[in-house]
């Protein structure tokens, strides 16, 4: 079963929660250099900036995907049907 990150329902989004994630690391990984360092270059302006766009842009989590039972292809957890066969697929959550 293919079960990739980029096979989900709406792929930009996916790619837009895996780009936060990484800005997230990349921040906290500043911040603790300019802690070790002792000094303060403004990051933390950023980190609020970056906050406050993640809180407005609400990615939420990614939808639960199951494999379709006569396909194999990945599918939403609730759907009654496959998105690429079509073939009845009763929710199994």
């Known amino acids: 079963m293919e079960n990739s990150i980029w096979e989900a329902l709406d792929p930009q989004r996916s790619q837009l929660r895996a780009l936060a994630l990484i800005l997230n ?5 500043l911040a ?13 302006s950023v980190q609020s900036a970056w906050a406050e766009l993640e809180r407005m842009l609400d990615f939420g989590p990614e939808p639960d995907l199951r494999a379709c039972p006569s396909c194999q292809r990945s599918i939403m957890s609730a759907a009654t049907r496959c998105r690429y066969c079509f073939a009845k697929s009763l929710s199994v959550p």
């Open 25 to 29: 690391r990349e921040l906290s990984s």
């Open 32 to 44: 603790t250099a300019e802690k070790v360092a002792g000094r303060s270059a403004g990051l933390s």
